[in-house]
Nanobody
Framework: QVQLVESGGGLVQAGDSLILSCAAS????????MGWFRQAPGKEREFVAA????????SYADTVKGRFIISRDNAKNTMYLQMNSLLPEDTAIYYC????????????????WGQGTQVTVSS
């Protein structure tokens, strides 16, 4: 069992940066691929980024590529999402998830999910 807790959300202006964190419980954090997802009001949840267990390989949605950076610190059981050049359309609840493989996270298949943190970007 893995418990995930997101933090770092808030209200920012367009062009600002924000760092989200996802703290995981358990001793097997490094064995999981991890991902970030988001869900805007009235829209379906969408994939944002994912990273392999060893942190070497990453994957991004086209909408955030070049602006967001996913990373993880296995010693701290924590994953991060550095969000730069934020746009109003980035406004959403951001969720972290743990899964078996990056490509499964890319299609929305995660084994464990956090409760989410709200990110609001004003224009």
């Amino acid at each position: 069992q893995v418990q995930l807790v997101e933090s770092g959300g808030g209200l920012v202006q367009a062009g600002d940066s924000l760092i989200l964190s996802c703290a995981a419980s358990g001793r097997t954090f490094s064995s999981y691929a991890m991902g970030w997802f988001r869900q805007a009001p009235g829209k379906e949840r969408e994939f944002v980024a994912a990273i392999t267990g060893n942190g070497i390989t990453t994957s991004y949605a086209d909408t955030v590529k070049g602006r967001f950076i996913i990373s993880r610190d296995n010693a701290k059981n924590t994953m991060y999402l550095q969000m730069n050049s934020l746009l109003p359309e980035d406004t959403a609840i951001y969720y972290c998830a743990a899964g078996t493989l990056v490509f499964r996270l890319q299609i929305g298949v995660g084994e464990y999910w956090g409760q989410g943190t709200q990110v609001t970007v004003s224009s």
